[in-house]
């Protein structure tokens, strides 16, 4: 049995969710990104087609009438000149002085986006008139743009070798200097985690409280802040919680999952005499401790363990007045329940997670995630059939709700994925793919070496290579006109969907449209129009 439906109840956030029985222990599927660690028994699940279990089986959650359609924010919101709708139903609905476009075609039914300038709208559907009242009002990220650095990687200041291994050298001066650089084209850096830990990439987290001494301290950390408020850009910074190193503190006696206790105090006693290398070379087989993906250098905390969400939020607590925003490293891995009580005192941050499926359960939590549904469309349809990307893009639009849009990290590439260069094989593609980004609702963001057109895979860390700058390079400049549009025509914000035109992709919203060909983008409202014409050539 992959799920069984057993009632619905009330939600604020989602009007009406499915409580769903899988089994008696962890719930995994593609809504905790094929983690374990957020559900347990049960997960509550708004309508739509899910996978799970370690077969992958389907699990098709159908909404028991139609049209269903609730006034909150997962399926409406109110941008004050207009209201976007999400209506589920078989056959195409009607909005009372509105507009209606099908996003997603399923088997039993579809997902439609309504558009109403009335803020108390009437639907009709299915031998249906239904009436309701004004959907809550989203306030917005506040940022347009981020650029992605991996401190680490900042600069080549070792002539490091080994891409898996090495420290590069790279400091948070570097770091900021990148970013400086940047901001024709973002107005955040999203920084990932500069911890002490034990690896360069920094994941596997020694002290959440400190800054690691090699990208320089809290000395170097305050004016990298400094330098970021004189050119007017936020700091997102990447937070871990799901796990910790193996030779934090709070390991192996705090919270966590241990099912041998002196076989896991043997092996942090062995990480603290060991280099790291040698660890992963001696450490095989089933750990004596849950951890992430069975890497036996990063422990897994138990959520279920009052003292792991005290902890978690005392490292929010700890950052919050020092950042403009979080990024959630493995946020699918975490119940709801727990971000909600760790995530309050950020409560007025622009907070993202780490979401690598359908984050359709952890959306009443954490107002945004990283966009790998839309990833994946456009890094498979960009450089295909025209009508194909339309579809991939409004499925997207579909499965996301209208208060989350504005807040999902939007991106062709991240320090976890090939180089879209790499995928997509040509500057024109990146290109397009950035148009769309830079013309959709959201939060684009730019993995550094990304504006530069950079190759590189993840399965030899050479998507990780040190940064190398790349004045006047065609996709930069491109940036540069995307933001500029971006902010003057208010692109960060919903309604939108697109249609397929002449060849080429229109992402239309509420007054504004953005016709976007391999070479060249068009932007444009009632009252004036920005053209970006796309030149490959130095």
Not at 75 to 96: C, F, K, N, S, T
Not at 222 to 228: D, G, K, M, S, T
Not at 357 to 374: E, H, Q, S, V
Not at 381 to 408: C, F, Q, S, W
Request: net charge neutral; hydrophobic share 40%; aromatic share 12%.
């Amino acid at each position: 049995m992959a799920c069984r439906l057993e009632r619905w109840r009330e939600d604020p956030y989602y009007g009406k969710v499915a409580v769903v029985h899988a089994g008696n222990g962890y719930v995994v599927g593609d809504f905790t990104g094929w983690l374990p660690g957020a559900f347990k028994g049960r997960v509550d699940l708004p309508p739509g087609l899910y996978y799970i279990s370690d077969k992958n089986e389907a699990c098709a959650v159908e909404p028991p009438e139609y049209p269903w359609h609730f006034p909150v924010p997962y399926m409406a919101a109110d941008w004050g000149d207009v209201v976007e709708l999400r209506i589920y139903a078989p056959e195409p609905p009607e909005v009372a002085g509105g507009d209606v476009v099908e996003l997603l075609r399923g088997d039993i039914y579809n997902i439609y986006l309504g558009v109403s300038k009335r803020r108390r709208y009437q639907i009709r559907c299915c031998g249906r008139v239904l009436q309701f009242k004004s959907p809550p009002r989203p306030r917005g990220p506040g940022i347009f743009a981020m650029y992605e650095v991996l401190p680490d990687r900042a600069a080549d200041r070792t002539r490091c070798k080994d891409l898996k291994r090495d420290f590069c050298g790279g400091t948070l001066k570097d770091a900021a200097q990148l970013a400086i650089d940047a901001s024709s084209f973002a107005d955040a850096l999203y920084l990932h985690p500069i911890y002490p830990a034990m690896s360069y990439h920094r994941y596997d987290v020694v002290d959440h409280f400190q800054v690691d001494e090699r990208l320089g301290g809290w000395d170097s950390f305050r004016a990298l802040r400094e330098a970021l408020k004189n050119s007017g850009m936020g700091l997102i910074l990447d937070v871990v919680l799901y796990h910790v190193g193996l030779r934090n503190s709070i390991f192996p006696d705090g919270p966590f999952i241990i099912r041998d206790l002196e076989f896991a105090k043997l092996i942090k006693a062995l990480s603290e005499r060991l280099p790291k290398y040698a660890l992963s070379q001696l450490l095989a087989g089933e750990p004596p401790y849950e951890t992430f993906l069975k890497a036996w250098l990063m422990p897994r905390l138990d959520y279920g363990n009052k003292a792991a969400v005290e902890y978690a939020r005392r490292v929010i607590e700890h950052w919050t007045p020092h950042v403009d925003g979080f990024r959630l490293d493995v946020a699918h891995g975490i119940p709801p329940e727990v971000w909600a009580e760790v995530l309050a005192p950020a409560s007025a941050l622009y907070v993202l997670g780490e979401h690598v499926g359908n984050p359709a359960p952890f959306y009443k939590a954490i107002k945004g995630f990283t966009a790998y549904i839309l990833y994946r469309e456009l890094i498979q349809r960009l450089a295909g059939d025209v009508e194909n990307l339309v579809r991939g893009v409004n499925k997207y639009i579909a499965l996301t709700p209208p208060h989350a849009l504005p807040y999902m990290n939007t991106f062709l590439e991240n320090h976890d994925t090939d180089r879209a260069a790499t995928l997509l094989g040509g500057l024109e593609p990146l290109f397009k793919g950035y148009a769309l980004l830079y013309s959709l609702p959201g939060v684009p963001s730019i993995y550094a070496g990304g504006e530069c057109g950079e190759p590189g895979k993840s399965a030899d860390h050479t998507n990780r290579k040190p940064y190398r700058p790349c004045p006047g390079h065609p996709i930069a400049r491109a940036l540069t006109q995307l933001y500029r549009a971006r902010r003057l025509y208010g692109l960060w914000r919903g309604p939108a969907w697109a249609v397929a035109k002449r060849g080429e992709v229109v992402v239309m919203g509420r007054g504004v449209k953005a016709e976007i060909g391999a070479k060249r983008a068009v932007i444009s409202d009632t009252e004036k129009t920005t053209e970006i014409i796309f030149m490959s050539s130095l």
